[in-house]
């Protein structure tokens, strides 16, 4: 039989996170800086709400949009905080994190050989994510001198009449990059000129250290402009209960549902319901990750920067994104080796984009003590290796 796999999937290549962490499967006493996510197990009353959700039978399908009282305790939320109304019923969609949100938006608003502008240093699904949908991807980089921001002139650079989407990520994985107010209203300025809408990816908003996080809907003009996209994964630590949701335009928003409905129903009823209780009752547990998250930044930032490795001070999510260019090796074999011989795993940096050589990404959600005890491996490591 012919072994016939479709184009656009046989060229997409494995991920760079998941090739590296095949390598660390099966070794003992290694520190990983590498996978993102939370050391934190999920609150106690978030689980104790799913328990309480099973002992009540509810194990059924939910709404395609998902819950209707998810919805609505989400746009209370961001009423409340923002002052922007969200239409429950129309606007909002709960998806199985913002992994399908991501997928949903460029199927629908994607035809063959649009172009979608991604930032890069990214997150590693955007482009695949693109290209599989059939879109084009066009690369606006960014670099450590800027503190890998996106400048507005980049923006009106890089637009074409054939782009469709930007997509923009802060704080962003893997740089832990945001903007201020005054930053984020200059870029929306630019999008304003032109005829694109934004696809704002802001799962890691709720851990800004620094000032306040702005969505890009508050901008005037930008709300019907702007598909914005969080969840529950990484705020409220809750990676496996699969949660995420979008705010958006409802011409979108429905686009997106019709194929959510055919491919994946509903979000898991148990997440969902779980996710109404971090919304309602989870700030004061997140404001206790997001003190130890803030410390562990700092720590290891200066850490870093101490043993010569060249590392901006990320303003929100738990990544750090140090320039290893003074050692000379490249940022696989600088992984490689750093795994090999001290047993710290991170990541490097060009399976965030072509354009990362030179860096590694290490991720700061683990304890202090595991932190201090890499710091020195690293440290150890580049003495070896001089
Ligand atoms: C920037 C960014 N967006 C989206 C995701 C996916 O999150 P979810 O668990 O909601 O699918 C991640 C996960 O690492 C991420 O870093």
Not at 94 to 109: F, Y
Not at 170 to 198: F, H, M, Q, R
Not at 320 to 332: E, H, L, N, Q, Y
Request: glycine share 8%; hydrophobic share 35%.
């Amino acid at each position: 039989m012919k072994k016939d796999i479709s184009k656009k999937i046989e060229s997409l290549k494995p991920s760079g996170i998941r090739e590296f962490f095949d390598l660390v499967i099966g070794m003992d006493d290694v520190i990983s800086l590498g996978v993102g996510e939370p050391d934190f197990v999920t609150p106690w009353n978030i689980i104790e709400s799913a328990i309480y959700s099973f002992e009540n039978g509810y194990t059924s399908y939910t709404s395609n949009k998902g819950l209707f009282e998810l919805r609505y305790a989400i746009s209370e939320d961001i009423q409340k905080k923002y002052g922007v109304k969200y239409n429950p019923d129309t606007e909002i969609l709960i998806t199985v994190g913002v992994s399908e949100a991501m997928d949903l938006v460029m199927r629908s608003m994607l035809n063959d050989g649009d172009e979608v502008l991604i930032h890069e240093p990214c997150y590693v699904s955007y482009a695949p994510t693109v290209s599989m949908a059939g879109g084009k991807v066009k690369r606006i980089n960014t670099t450590l001198e800027n503190n890998f921001k996106v400048m507005p002139e980049d923006v009106r650079k890089s637009l074409s009449k054939k782009t469709k989407l930007f997509l923009l990520n802060y704080p962003c994985n893997p740089t832990g990059t945001s903007y201020s107010k005054g930053e984020l209203s200059k870029i929306a300025g630019e999008i304003k000129k032109s005829d694109i809408i934004v696809v704002s990816d802001e799962i890691y908003g709720g851990l800004t250290y620094d000032y306040t996080h702005t969505p890009m809907f508050t901008f005037p003009g930008m709300k019907e402009r702007t598909v914005y996209m969080n969840g529950f994964s990484k705020v409220h630590a809750m990676t496996g209960w699969r949660i995420g949701y979008t705010c958006g335009p409802e011409w979108i928003i429905s686009a997106m549902n019709k194929i959510h409905q055919y491919t994946i129903l509903c979000a898991p009823i148990t997440g969902q319901i779980a996710s109404i209780e971090a919304i309602k009752r989870g700030s004061e547990a997140v404001n206790e990750m997001k003190k130890a998250y803030k410390r562990r930044r700092n720590f290891i930032v200066s850490g870093l920067n101490e043993l010569g490795l060249k590392c901006h001070l990320p303003e929100g999510a738990f990544y750090s994104f140090p320039s290893i260019k003074k050692t000379g090796m490249d940022s696989k074999t600088f992984s490689n080796a750093l795994l090999k011989s001290e047993k710290v795993a991170v990541v490097p940096g060009t399976a965030f984009g072509e354009n990362s050589e030179g860096f590694v990404r290490m991720c700061y959600a683990t304890n202090i003590k595991n932190i201090k005890e890499a710091l020195f491996r690293i440290k150890r490591f580049l003495k070896s290796s001089r």
